[in-house]
């Protein structure tokens, strides 16, 4: 049971580590209220393990922290992410997998613009934002995430494995 406590935490702050990398080397492919966040693609990873819930908030966290974000961004950008993560978390149990990336797209769509409006000031009306971010998790979710749960797929028992040697 330790060395499933282990593994868990250890999955977690991997996948949180590449979340925050990811994010700080793709940052600048996002462009006000047109979002591209290459690391949401990862939102697909609780399909595959409930570690994933936690590494990717504490990651979304810690990037929008450490880059720089306003308090309002940190917190509520972060909990878009959380919130996407457990909605895929649950389409993984009920082994729904075209379903994956459906919930952080939603969550994002529903959540960042209202962060763009009221935390940074952006003018542009929230509809309109809808929008612009939806179209950026469509992509970075939809497709890139798609992608990735592909690849992982083929690869999980080896990425995710339960027990440690």
Known sequence: MKNQKTMTLVQAAMIAAIYVVLVFIFNYWSF??????IA???TILPYFTPAAVPGLFAG??????????VMGDVVFGSLATLIGAIGTYFAGKAKFKWLAPVPPIIANTLIVPFVL???????????????????GEVIVCGIFGSLLLAVVEKNKNAIFRQEMN
């Open 60 to 69: 979304c966290f810690l990037a929008n922290f450490l880059g720089g974000a």
């Open 32 to 37: 006000g209220v047109i979002q591209f966040r």
């Open 40 to 42: 949401e693609a990862l």
């Open 117 to 135: 409006k009221y935390c940074y000031g952006t003018e542009e009306a929230i509809p309109y934002m809808m929008l612009t971010v939806g179209i």
